[in-house]
């Protein structure tokens, strides 16, 4: 099911640029994380769906510039462990950033 998603984003939109894959594929795992600590299954299981795109999208767009998957996970990780604090302490422009990540992300329940 994934990857049809990825092909029908790219037919309508083109593929996300890499900064932008990876900026809301760490939006949305650190608010997984996040939402997976304070219980609220919800938004958890809406920012689990949204990583799982995002991820996906990173690593094509990761190829598609010549990076190693390895250098692209690295990358993720990094990027969830700077947005993480700023989601945790409520940050505005953090929150924006996610939720327009979470919109752009295609749902994943059939």
């Not at 996040?34 to 958890?44: E, K």
């Not at 990094?78 to 409520?90: T, Y």
């Amino acid at each position: 099911m994934i990857a049809p998603v990825l092909l029908l984003l790219a037919a309508v939109a083109g593929p996300p640029p890499y900064p932008e894959s990876l900026a809301c594929a760490g939006y949305t795992h650190a608010a997984s994380q996040l939402s997976d600590i304070t219980g609220d299954h919800d938004a958890s299981a809406k920012a689990f769906d949204a990583a799982i795109f995002w991820g996906l999208a990173t690593m094509d767009a990761a190829r598609r510039d010549g990076l190693t998957a390895r250098a692209a996970e690295a990358d993720q990780v990094r990027e969830r462990d700077r947005v993480k604090p700023l989601l945790a302490a409520g940050d505005a422009a953090a929150r924006a950033g996610l939720e327009a990540c979470v919109q752009r992300a295609p749902p994943l329940k059939g």
